[in-house]
């Protein structure tokens, strides 16, 4: 079973995590699962930017992202060339260690 490594983020998970999951499981919902509470403003449709998360070891085994969240990402703060959005990114047979930026572009939640 393919493990998760959530590097330790100051706010989400200050320790770090590890994480089992299913092949097939999106890296967001096995955050959530495991109550790492990643920001995710429009519900795992694809339609913004909060779930971005940076993928430092695996990123080549998951299943390429589509065009729209190719689209999405352009809009995210921190974007790298391992980006994903980690509601469409699914987990294949490999680990994979995910770092969760600092921010987050939220429009819903600022002021």
């Known amino acids: 079973m393919p493990k998760i490594i959530f590097l330790p983020h100051k706010e989400l998970c200050p320790e770090g995590a590890v994480v089992e999951v299913e092949k097939g ?4 919902d096995a955050a959530l699962r495991s109550g790492i509470d990643i920001e995710h403003a429009c519900e795992k449709s694809c339609a913004c ?3 971005h998360c940076i993928v430092r070891e695996g990123f080549d085994s998951l299943e390429e992202s589509s065009e729209l969240e190719d689209d999405m990402l352009d809009k995210a703060w921190g974007l790298e060339p391992e980006s994903r959005l980690s509601c469409q990114a699914i987990v294949t047979n490999e680990d994979l260690v995910i770092e969760i930026p600092k921010y987050t572009i939220n429009h819903a939640r600022e002021h």
């Open 25 to 28: 499981e999106s890296i967001l």
């Open 49 to 51: 930017t909060t779930c």
